[in-house]
T-cell receptor
């Protein structure tokens, strides 16, 4: 069983550019959530995808967008990068579905984005 | 008021000591409570998972949830240098709902 993987590990961009981050969910998981973790802070929820549909969104502007593919891997796209977008971007996968007990989310190693 | 409050102050303890961490929260809808451990420049790793109020023990780790006080705790007994990491509390209203995190506590266990 493979864990959650993310690519790239590090990325440097300049203000105004666009970036795409990628996540492969853990085997058997159909739900992917994205979080932004600024230095010294806890992760902040960006949005979640369940079976290729957006299933909840945090307090982030529309320039943060995402996608989930039929194999449940996911992308996070950020347009018009700002300096404050510099952070660790974390992807978490879980097994979603209606009802039942809460399903835990398992995190990947993250992509560290630096915006200059 | 933030949804989840975790005093982010660093904590240094000698090896073998008990580490005590806690979080408070304001959202009554939260019913799933987690503790994650995060090593430097790594993703968070799930440590403990508790549903509703009560205690849960796993080896040297004990998680406590008091929903009436909106207060959760994590205790680490016989702390080891390998326990040095940042500990994040997290909670959700249920299922695959978003996780709300505290700021994290950096713990250093001194040999």
């Amino acid at each position: 069983e493979t864990g959650v993987t993310q690519s790239p590990t590090h990325l440097i961009k300049t203000r105004g550019q666009q970036v795409t981050l990628r996540c492969s969910s853990q085997s058997g998981h159909n739900t992917v959530s994205w979080y932004q973790q600024a230095l010294g802070q806890g992760p902040q929820f960006i949005f979640q995808y369940y079976r290729e549909e957006e299933n909840g969104r945090g307090n982030f502007p529309p320039r943060f967008s995402g996608l989930q593919f039929p194999n449940y891997s996911s992308e996070l796209n950020v347009n018009a990068l700002e300096l404050d977008d510099s952070a660790l971007y974390l992807c978490a996968s879980s097994l979603g579905g209606a009802g039942g007990p809460g399903e835990t989310q398992y995190f990947g190693p993250g992509t560290r984005l630096l915006v200059l | 008021q933030k949804e989840v409050e975790q005093d982010p102050g660093p904590l240094s303890v000698p090896e073998g000591a008990i580490v005590s961490l806690n979080c408070t929260y304001s959202n009554s809808a939260f019913q799933y409570f987690m503790w994650y451990r995060q090593y430097s420049r790594k993703g968070p790793e799930l440590l403990m998972y508790t549903y509703s109020s009560g205690n849960k023990e796993d080896g040297r780790f004990t998680a406590q949830v008091d929903k009436s006080s909106k207060y959760i705790s994590l205790f680490i007994r016989d702390s080891q240098p390998s326990d040095s990491a940042t500990y994040l509390c997290a909670m959700s209203a249920g299922g695959n709902n978003r996780l709300a995190f505290g700021k994290g506590n950096q713990v250093v266990v001194i040999p």
